[in-house]
């Protein structure tokens, strides 16, 4: 887990946390932070100091809620061509996935990118191709900057963007657990910096160390939470330095400016958080697919639909529940027949723990 030279320091930081004998709960909002906690094994480890932390909503494919994948499903019923990242074709939606909807031949396209679906339309022009834009503040600046060069007229963009701050504002008026500390992640931070985060340790007294990913990174992160603890501090530090900045990229955020404003969306799991989704500004709604599509949209306009039967996502979402405590996780629920996105996405708290703890 650790070279040589870290693990000296590894031992001395859990051997200082055990000695002030704690009892906390932290949450990160990072699939990658899960996935080296698992892998790893950090969870246990920091289980024997007293120290428990949940993922919160920090996969953006398992918090896309159930009607934008219907919105999708809907379009390519339509004759689009849809287009969009690999987990999300395999997110069930209330009767069928995009994965199933393509094995029945509708016309449905794994692409890594925005440019990958800017090309497909390059191709087929006489097709409307419509990509699906899901993620945090990393990949928003990708998709903002392709519609500053004018893409082709054909192609269309569902914008499921959603943006971290608010959520984590969500998570504490909501009052549904008592948290003692956000881990903040690494690749978010990259682009928004530390500063957006301090409102939270300013109004509500919460400690929050960004941190980057390597297992001394997530160490060293809960040490400074546990520091800033012991000494009755509560403000936002920064552990990875080496990549977030204050101010953060500032080019990078003039360019979602530019291109996108906040809205209120609802996440998975969550009701309605205020400005924490994007939408394309007025003189980009030619590449709006709501817009571009709103009749072939309306049927599902108002419906409202609920999560599967029986899957917790939400839950485990907000930090309530663990996986395992999901009565589905490991017996209906499996990656290769996933209930609900949690199970899907490499970055869910579920699929993530059934590939490194379930034999």
């Known amino acids: 887990m650790f070279q040589l030279r870290d693990k000296r320091l ?16 932290f949450m990160h ?29 920090g996969c953006p494919v398992c918090v896309t809620t159930q009607k934008e994948i219907e919105e999708m499903l809907l379009l390519a019923r339509k004759g689009k061509i849809v287009t969009t ?7 069930p939606g209330e009767k069928d996935s995009l994965q199933s909807m393509k094995e029945e031949g509708w016309d449905i396209r794994t692409v890594y990118g925005v440019e990958d679906a800017i090309s497909f339309a390059e191709k087929n022009k006489e097709k409307d191709v419509v990509f699906m834009a899901v993620g945090f503040e990393t990949t928003t600046p990708m998709n903002a900057a392709v519609l500053l060069k004018n893409p082709p007229e054909n192609f269309s963009i569902l914008c499921c963007h959603r943006v971290i701050p608010p959520a984590l504002k969500a998570i504490l008026d909501m009052g549904e657990l008592k948290l003692d500390g956000f881990i903040e992640p690494g690749h978010v931070s990259a682009i928004i910096g530390s500063k957006p985060y301090e409102f939270i340790s300013k109004d509500y007294s ?12 997530l160490l060293m992160a809960v040490w400074m939470l546990v520091q800033q603890i012991q000494r009755g501090d509560a ?13 953060g990229n500032v080019k990078a955020q003039q360019v979602i400016d530019e291109v996108f404003e906040l809205c209120d969306v609802k996440w998975r799991g969550f009701p309605t958080i205020p400005e924490s989704g994007l939408k394309l500004r007025d003189k980009f709604e030619e590449y709006d697919a ?18 599967p039967a029986g899957c917790r996502c939400g839950e485990v979402l907000r930090g309530l529940i663990s996986s395992k405590e999901c009565p589905l996780f490991g017996k209906k629920c499996l990656p290769n ?9 490499v970055e869910g708290s579920c699929n993530i723990e059934y590939r490194y703890t379930t034999k």
Do not use: W
């Open 85 to 91: 990242f690999g987990d999300m074709i395999r997110v």
């Open 290 to 307: 709501r817009k571009k599509f709103e009749d072939a949209l309306e049927e599902i306009k108002d419906k409202e639909f609920t999560e």
């Open 235 to 247: 403000k936002v530090e920064n552990e990875y330095m080496r990549v977030v900045t204050e101010e």
């Open 206 to 217: 919460v400690p929050q160390v960004v941190a980057g990913f390597e297992p001394l990174d």
């Open 29 to 57: 909002v990072c699939g990658t932070h899960q996935d080296t906690l698992v892998k790893h094994g950090l969870d246990f480890l920091f289980g024997e100091c007293g120290i428990e932390i949940r993922q919160g909503p």
């Open 337 to 345: 027949n996933p209930i609900g996105p949690c199970m899907v996405s």
């Open 10 to 25: 590894a031992d001395e930081i859990i051997s200082s946390i055990k000695k002030l004998d704690v009892h906390l709960k």
